[in-house]
């Protein structure tokens, strides 16, 4: 007995398929090519690295099932849009006190200990329920807020032997007002790893590799629809360029001078708003 789903999309999938060869003219050759493509990503793919995810990436296929399924899934336009998950997300990062910093062993020996300091950000919010209706947002408690970014050298933690086990990476839970509140830093501009098949791709098609800087978030609560997402620096060069098609004009922020605190030079407020289950 045929999958239903499977048997509801395979012969679209084969129409386009089928009628993209033909449109084309692809040849032997050429279609040989793309399996070496597919063959050499799926050998570069494992925990640490997902080359098939970064493939599917710069094609925009993981931003476009991601604008699909909030279409699906979305049941007010009051709701914080989604965004990629992408490729560097880890299980289990520290469970923080609110307040406290997701940047650790901070020392003047830190190559990029300078742009850390000037980009120290305080970032606070709330997380908020549109699941009554009629415009209305209620604050939730103890929602997590699941965090993580990029050193100001472009790396994440795991890619980086340099910076400590789940360094800029941290969860926080909302308190009775439905806040967070954590130290990070503002984010930078960065290339996908363009070093392996995709890369080349990128190459031969005269595309740069780069996102915009940004922040990756997973905020959680019950009874409603955990909200995977990423939020943008308004200043960055290539927010209107992103090499995987992630940036939605809400998630565009601008961090504000903060004044009179040691720990951060910026600041920002950001609310994120989940629909139910
Ligand atoms: C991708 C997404 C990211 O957030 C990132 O930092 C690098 C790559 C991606 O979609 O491939
Ligand atoms: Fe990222």
Do not use: F, I, Y
């Given at each position: 007995k045929a999958h239903p789903r499977l048997a509801e999309i395979m012969p679209s999938l084969l129409r386009h398929l089928h009628d993209f060869a033909r449109e084309v003219g692809l040849t032997v050759a050429e279609w040989a090519s793309a399996i070496d493509l597919i063959n050499a990503c799926g050998k570069m793919s494992d925990d640490r690295r997902n080359e098939t995810q970064l493939l599917c990436d710069i094609l925009g296929l993981e931003s476009l099932v991601d604008e699909i399924t909030s279409k699906k899934l979305a049941?007010?336009?009051?709701e914080t849009p989604s965004a990629i998950l992408g490729p560097f997300y880890r299980n289990d990062a520290p469970l923080l006190p609110n307040g406290?910093?997701?940047?650790?062993?901070?020392?003047?020996?830190?190559?990029?200990y300078n742009q850390a300091v000037a980009d120290s950000a305080y970032v606070t919010g709330r997380v908020l329920s549109?699941?009554?209706?009629?415009?209305a947002r209620t604050p939730l408690r103890n929602a997590i807020v699941d965090v993580w970014h990029t050193a100001p050298n472009g790396l994440y933690e795991q890619q980086?032997?340099?910076?400590?086990?789940?360094?800029?990476r941290g969860r926080f839970a909302t308190d009775a007002d439905g806040r967070y509140s954590l130290y990070c830093l503002r984010p930078v501009a960065y290339p996908i790893p363009d070093d392996g098949p995709a890369g080349q791709l990128l190459a031969l098609l005269d595309r740069h590799p780069w996102r915009p800087g940004h922040i990756h978030f997973i905020v959680s609560a019950a009874g409603h629809r955990s909200l995977t997402t990423q939020i943008f620096d308004s200043?960055?060069?290539y927010i209107n360029n992103d090499s995987v098609f992630a940036v939605k004009e809400e998630l565009i922020v601008k961090f504000v001078p903060r004044e009179g605190?040691?720990?951060?030079k910026w600041a920002l407020e950001y609310d994120f708003v989940l629909g139910p289950m």
């Open positions: 049941t007010s336009t009051t406290s910093s997701v940047v650790h062993n901070l020392t003047p020996s830190v190559p990029w549109c699941a009554s209706g009629g415009g980086d032997t340099d910076q400590p086990e789940m360094n800029l200043r960055d060069e605190d040691p720990k951060a």
